[in-house]
């Protein structure tokens, strides 16, 4: 990105200002210049045109690790006012509804476990449909696919998968309400049959992780970390529902947004107003699309731990905290001193609450929101919590970002040598892609200790301890 | 000389395909080789299960849209891996005839395509070769 385009408003936040005669909102761009300067110019092109649509409340606005994404940018957040004309996106949330992490803590330290992780890791890569093609043991009835996508993770808990005390520390206690199963197609749900229960492939991953350090004593205390700790993160989303919901509205929305007098920039921001047929049709749609992201990682959690049991027999594997990334959620933000209901897209970008929020569960409300930043297979992941005082409607970054496509990772690295490397420092990895190895090169993503710092220093989130990965699933 | 082709093109997080043809039939079909060449080496797919895809649209960006998502719905839905597109045009209504097999050991577990976006769309004609091109999500 061009950072002549720019104006640096403090450390940490730049504006992209308007030229004269240009009706769009402000945009801000969090980061540093070296951050900023490693993004592609499209980032810029998309946020700017987010910026431009009707009922933005404030700017558009785009995290740490944003990078050039399809409708708004990856790491792209913007909040809409429903009374003021506002939008409902699809392209702001993205095919994979609800894409997330699934962070778990054990009772296990790094001494206990690290003779097994050979055996680990096997047992892991059997029990867990991973990869393009697999399938998942659950199918279900065309009726309780839709009881589930009304009853998310719940659901999944109901029938065994996992337990009452992990749906306290998912977001939404496990199941949006508004969730419409009526406005998911038959496709949609026909893609989900053999899906319940699977990782998925890309970027997505099942990764055992220790606690390599910690930044923030009080809140790792909180949150139940310490050095040297076995965690496992359980990154994926809606599978094959969520990417035909998002296939089936993006065209829809498209076509609306020009029948309702909307002009957008681009198709590919594909919109309705919130208030209109079309939008509460996606909205409804998309909230299914978030249960069964929460459920499939519930099903996910489930499946570990008894992967788990089978090598570690006294371990305990207790959900930390369970967090999406690409959503649309109805929240209440103050605006200028007036509480607002606002829809807040986040696309590539986590929901970051403070502490005090009255929505965070009991034991993390003093010390905000946990917040998962995953890096690479190679260089390991930060736990965040959420600040006090963030400017950006409580979202802070999701990942390491991309600083490469996949193509030129795939020309670069060849995967069965990256596995190879990486056994030699020690992080074991099972795929059934070595393609999929290369493309997610540790080497092709941004500096996830940078991205990361910087995230704390704009006030986003702070950090409090870093993982380091030992075993990965890969999808 | 063979006018049909498939290829790519860059984009951050990922990927870009590019389908072209002497028509707009065999641009799609060049375009669903370059997609489910994400997801497979198409060469090793035996082509042993047929599917009929028919949808209608008037506005071809739209209609490269349709067709590769349908492609990747039904693929998915069926458990099949597609690698022989026979696509043909009819006004408004397009009908292809597609083929492939369903997973098993020996194929090639590229990436997932979860959906094609309408990013970097674009559907023309320049000369006698037409280009159809889209961002699909990984």
Same mark, same amino acid.
């Given at each position: 990105?061009?950072?002549?385009?720019?104006?640096?408003?403090?450390?940490?936040?730049?504006?992209?200002?308007?030229?004269?005669?240009?009706?769009?909102?402000?945009?801000?761009?969090?980061?540093?210049?070296?951050?900023?300067?490693?993004?592609?110019?499209?980032?810029?092109?998309?946020?700017?045109?987010?910026?431009?649509?009707?009922?933005?409340?404030?700017?558009?606005?785009?995290?740490?690790?944003?990078?050039?994404?399809?409708?708004?940018?990856?790491?792209?957040?913007?909040?809409?006012?429903?009374?003021?004309?506002?939008?409902?996106?699809?392209?702001?949330?993205?095919?994979?509804?609800?894409?997330?992490?699934?962070?778990?803590?054990?009772?296990?330290?790094?001494?206990?476990?690290?003779?097994?992780?050979?055996?680990?890791?096997?047992?892991?890569?059997?029990?867990?449909?991973?990869?393009?093609?697999?399938?998942?043991?659950?199918?279900?009835?065309?009726?309780?696919?839709?009881?589930?996508?009304?009853?998310?993770?719940?659901?999944?808990?109901?029938?065994?998968?996992?337990?009452?005390?992990?749906?306290?520390?998912?977001?939404?206690?496990?199941?949006?309400?508004?969730?419409?199963?009526?406005?998911?197609?038959?496709?949609?749900?026909?893609?989900?049959?053999?899906?319940?229960?699977?990782?998925?492939?890309?970027?997505?991953?099942?990764?055992?992780?220790?606690?390599?350090?910690?930044?923030?004593?009080?809140?790792?205390?909180?949150?139940?970390?310490?050095?040297?700790?076995?965690?496992?993160?359980?990154?994926? @989303? =809606?599978?094959? /529902?969520?990417?035909?919901? #998002?296939?089936?509205?993006?065209?829809?929305?498209?076509?609306? *947004? &020009? %029948?309702?007098?909307?002009?957008?920039?681009?198709?590919?921001?594909?919109?309705?107003?919130?208030?209109?047929?079309?939008?509460?049709?996606?909205?409804?749609?998309?909230?299914?699309?978030?249960?069964?992201?929460?459920?499939?990682?519930?099903?996910?959690?489930?499946?570990?731990?008894?992967?788990?049991?089978?090598?570690?027999?006294?371990?305990?594997?207790?959900?930390?905290?369970?967090?999406?990334?690409?959503?649309?959620?109805?929240?209440?933000?103050?605006?200028?001193?007036?509480?607002?209901?606002?829809?807040?897209?986040?696309?590539?970008?986590?929901?970051?609450?403070?502490?005090?929020?009255?929505?965070?569960?009991?034991?993390?409300?003093?010390?905000?929101?946990?917040?998962?930043?995953?890096?690479?297979?190679?260089? @390991? =992941?930060?736990? /965040?919590?959420?600040?006090? #005082?963030?400017?950006?409607?409580?979202?802070?970054?999701?990942? *390491? &970002? %991309?600083?490469?496509?996949?193509?030129?990772?795939?020309?670069?690295?060849?995967?069965?040598?990256?596995?190879?490397?990486?056994?030699?420092?020690?992080?074991?990895?099972?795929?059934?892609?070595?393609?999929?190895?290369?493309?997610?090169?540790?080497?092709?993503?941004?500096?996830?200790?940078?991205?990361?710092?910087?995230?704390?220093?704009?006030?986003?989130?702070?950090?409090?301890?870093?993982?380091?990965?030992?075993?990965?699933?890969?999808? | 000389?063979?006018?049909?082709?498939?290829?790519?093109?860059?984009?951050?997080?990922?990927?870009?395909?590019?389908?072209?043809?002497?028509?707009?039939?065999?641009?799609?079909?060049?375009?669903?080789?370059?997609?489910?060449?994400?997801?497979?080496?198409?060469?090793?797919?035996?082509?042993?299960?047929?599917?009929?895809?028919?949808?209608?649209?008037?506005?071809?960006?739209?209609?490269?849209?349709?067709?590769?998502?349908?492609?990747?719905?039904?693929?998915?839905?069926?458990?099949?891996?597609?690698?022989?597109?026979?696509?043909?045009?009819?006004?408004?209504?397009?009908?292809?005839?597609?083929?492939?097999?369903?997973?098993?050991?020996?194929?090639?577990?590229?990436?997932?395509?979860?959906?094609?976006?309408?990013?970097?769309?674009?559907?023309?004609?320049?000369?006698?070769?037409?280009?159809?091109?889209?961002?699909?999500?990984?």
């Amino acid at each position: 990105m061009n950072l002549d385009q720019l104006r640096q408003l403090r450390a940490y936040l730049w504006t992209f200002p308007r030229q004269p005669g240009e009706k769009r909102a402000e945009v801000l761009l969090y980061g540093t210049a070296p951050l900023l300067g490693s993004m592609d110019d499209k980032v810029l092109e998309q946020i700017a045109q987010v910026a431009s649509l009707p009922g933005l409340v404030g700017a558009a606005l785009t995290m740490p690790d944003a990078h050039w994404g399809y409708g708004f940018p990856i790491g792209g957040v913007a909040a809409f006012d429903a009374e003021q004309g506002g939008v409902i996106s699809a392209g702001g949330v993205g095919f994979d509804i609800s894409c997330g992490i699934r962070f778990l803590r054990s009772n296990l330290d790094l001494g206990d476990a690290t003779s097994r992780f050979g055996q680990l890791a096997n047992t892991l890569f059997q029990a867990i449909p991973a990869g393009v093609g697999e399938e998942g043991h659950i199918k279900l009835n065309p009726a309780q696919l839709d009881q589930l996508l009304q009853e998310g993770a719940y659901w999944a808990v109901k029938h065994g998968y996992g337990n009452t005390a992990d749906l306290e520390y998912i977001e939404e206690r496990g199941r949006v309400a508004g969730a419409m199963p009526d406005h998911v197609s038959e496709l949609a749900k026909k893609r989900q049959r053999g899906e319940m229960g699977t990782l998925g492939s890309g970027n997505h991953y099942l990764e055992v992780q220790v606690v390599d350090r910690i930044h923030d004593a009080a809140a790792a205390a909180a949150f139940g970390l310490h050095e040297g700790q076995i965690v496992i993160s359980i990154h994926c @989303g =809606s599978r094959g /529902l969520g990417h035909q919901i #998002g296939t089936d509205y993006l065209v829809m929305l498209a076509k609306a *947004a &020009g %029948r309702v007098g909307i002009r957008v920039p681009s198709r590919e921001l594909a919109c309705a107003p919130i208030k209109s047929p079309e939008g509460q049709q996606y909205i409804g749609a998309m909230n299914a699309a978030i249960n069964c992201a929460l459920a499939n990682r519930q099903i996910l959690t489930h499946l570990t731990r008894i992967a788990c049991a089978k090598v570690y027999p006294h371990a305990e594997f207790e959900t930390l905290f369970d967090v999406s990334h690409n959503t649309c959620k109805v929240e209440m933000h103050e605006i200028d001193g007036n509480p607002r209901l606002l829809h807040v897209h986040r696309k590539g970008a986590t929901r970051a609450l403070g502490p005090g929020n009255a929505m965070l569960p009991e034991r993390y409300r003093a010390v905000g929101q946990p917040v998962v930043i995953g890096g690479s297979m190679g260089t @390991g =992941s930060y736990v /965040l919590a959420g600040a006090s #005082g963030n400017a950006a409607f409580d979202s802070a970054s999701h990942g *390491a &970002g %991309r600083a490469m496509s996949r193509n030129k990772a795939l020309a670069r690295w060849n995967g069965r040598e990256l596995v190879d490397d990486l056994a030699h420092q020690g992080i074991l990895i099972r795929t059934r892609s070595l393609r999929g190895v290369a493309e997610e090169a540790p080497g092709a993503y941004k500096d996830v200790d940078l991205v990361a710092e910087v995230t704390e220093q704009a006030g986003l989130a702070r950090r409090v301890a870093f993982l380091r990965p030992k075993v990965c699933v890969k999808g | 000389m063979r006018t049909q082709s498939s290829g790519y093109f860059e984009h951050d997080a990922d990927v870009g395909i590019i389908g072209r043809g002497g028509t707009v039939e065999q641009a799609f079909e060049a375009a669903a080789e370059a997609m489910f060449g994400i997801v497979t080496d198409l060469d090793t797919v035996r082509p042993s299960i047929a599917v009929t895809i028919e949808f209608e649209e008037t506005d071809p960006e739209f209609a490269l849209i349709s067709w590769l998502n349908l492609l990747l719905g039904r693929g998915r839905e069926l458990g099949v891996v597609f690698s022989r597109f026979h696509l043909r045009r009819d006004g408004d209504r397009w009908r292809a005839e597609v083929s492939g097999e369903k997973w098993r050991a020996g194929l090639e577990r590229g990436v997932e395509v979860k959906g094609a976006t309408l990013t970097m769309l674009s559907v023309k004609q320049t000369g006698p070769i037409w280009e159809a091109r889209c961002i699909v999500d990984v």
